[in-house]
């Protein structure tokens, strides 16, 4: 990591002198490694899917609903070795996968990691889906399951709340190469993902347009059964989104409404939607080292 490239932002940082981009330096930390029960079905089931949360982030949106973890506030330095052990602990309590939640600015590590436990549950890469395609290539041999958000169609709201107007292209691109890689969904006889796309988005106040458009993309790009869509609702106001008037709110019903006319009008079949009263912060975790030390 002495230039790191491992985000598009490629900020050529030397992580082992001071911190990039992402708010990290070289060393893995991580605030919480447990069973989490709120993900998609098909991610959950009944035990639970195996959640690291990582600690910094290469995208870093205004209103984002892990604020301090994203900014590296909040989290506990470990080696590569305790990252492996947590890996084994949480497919031994018989988690259904281990899900990987904003790992990019750790990939080597986490790839040497992986090499040490050789789980062998699937493994779910659960990212903000701005990466590069050279990441999710190396991250390809270990990870069965992506998980990406696409967040922005328009480039004025990603350059607005995330400093990235690239990510539309950007993000188009890693999730073409994920579903590549990854091939149609495949599911045990209980409904669990073991292998696919499962692409998410999260409706933004005053964002219609946007959320059409990702709708529009996803619809044109895959065929039936080649990934899954999970529409989202729950946007609450968090991180520094009371700095944004226009997003310091939840969604209305009309703006929701409007997307939900999208996707029924779209041939989006396969998937998930959330009910508009699923806004709140019940659902985010306590990033308080639970699995950790």
Same mark, same amino acid.
């Given at each position: 990591?002495?230039?790191?490239?491992?985000?598009?932002?490629?900020?050529? +940082?030397? =992580?082992?002198?001071?911190?990039?981009?992402?708010?990290?330096?070289?060393?893995?930390? +991580?605030?919480?490694?447990?069973?989490?029960?709120?993900?998609?079905?098909?991610?959950?089931?009944? =035990?639970?899917?195996?959640?690291?949360?990582?600690?910094?982030?290469?995208?870093?949106?205004?209103?984002?609903?892990?604020?301090?973890?994203?900014?590296?506030?909040?989290?506990?330095?470990?080696?590569?070795?305790?990252?492996?052990?947590?890996?084994?602990?949480?497919?031994?309590?018989? +988690?259904?996968?281990?899900?990987?939640?904003?790992?990019?600015?750790?990939?080597?590590?986490?790839?040497?990691?992986?090499? *040490?436990?050789?789980? %062998? *549950?699937?493994?779910?890469?659960?990212?903000?889906?701005?990466?590069?395609?050279?990441?999710?290539?190396?991250?390809?041999?270990?990870?069965?399951?992506?998980?990406?958000?696409?967040?922005? %169609?328009?480039?004025?709201?990603?350059?607005?709340?995330?400093?990235?107007?690239?990510?539309?292209?950007? %993000?188009? %691109?890693?999730?073409?190469?994920?579903? #590549?890689?990854?091939?149609?969904?495949?599911?045990?006889?209980?409904?669990?993902?073991?292998?696919?796309?499962?692409? =998410?988005?999260?409706?933004?106040?005053?964002?219609?347009?946007?959320?059409?458009?990702?709708?529009?993309?996803?619809?044109?790009?895959?065929?039936?059964? #080649?990934?899954?869509?999970?529409?989202?609702?729950?946007?609450?106001?968090?991180?520094?989104?009371?700095?944004?008037?226009?997003?310091?709110?939840?969604?209305?019903?009309?703006?929701?409404?409007?997307?939900?006319?999208?996707?029924?009008?779209?041939?989006?079949?396969?998937?998930? +939607?959330?009910?508009?009263?699923?806004?709140?912060?019940?659902? *985010?975790?306590?990033?308080?080292?639970?699995?950790?030390?």
């Amino acid at each position: 990591m002495k230039s790191c490239e491992l985000c598009p932002r490629r900020c050529g +940082v030397d =992580r082992s002198e001071s911190r990039g981009v992402c708010r990290m330096g070289d060393t893995v930390t +991580v605030a919480r490694a447990a069973p989490h029960y709120g993900e998609e079905p098909c991610i959950s089931g009944e =035990r639970g899917s195996g959640a690291v949360f990582f600690a910094g982030c290469p995208l870093g949106c205004v209103f984002c609903q892990n604020y301090k973890l994203s900014r590296g506030l909040e989290g506990s330095e470990i080696s590569v070795a305790r990252l492996a052990e947590i890996f084994t602990e949480l497919e031994q309590s018989g +988690v259904h996968n281990l899900n990987l939640v904003t790992g990019t600015q750790f990939v080597p590590q986490i790839i040497e990691a992986l090499e *040490i436990a050789k789980p %062998a *549950i699937p493994v779910a890469w659960n990212t903000s889906g701005y990466e590069t395609v050279e990441t999710v290539e190396a991250l390809a041999p270990y990870v069965s399951i992506w998980m990406p958000d696409y967040k922005y %169609a328009l480039s004025e709201p990603a350059r607005l709340y995330s400093r990235a107007p690239d990510y539309p292209a950007v %993000a188009k %691109a890693a999730i073409e190469k994920m579903a #590549e890689l990854a091939g149609p969904c495949e599911f045990d006889g209980n409904g669990l993902l073991l292998r696919g796309v499962l692409i =998410r988005h999260l409706v933004l106040p005053g964002q219609v347009e946007n959320s059409r458009r990702v709708i529009r993309w996803v619809d044109r790009e895959f065929l039936p059964g #080649e990934v899954l869509f999970s529409l989202m609702a729950q946007y609450t106001p968090c991180g520094s989104a009371e700095k944004y008037p226009e997003i310091n709110r939840t969604l209305t019903e009309d703006e929701w409404n409007a997307v939900l006319d999208a996707l029924n009008e779209s041939g989006i079949e396969d998937g998930y +939607v959330q009910e508009l009263s699923a806004a709140g912060t019940e659902q *985010i975790p306590a990033f308080d080292g639970t699995g950790v030390e």
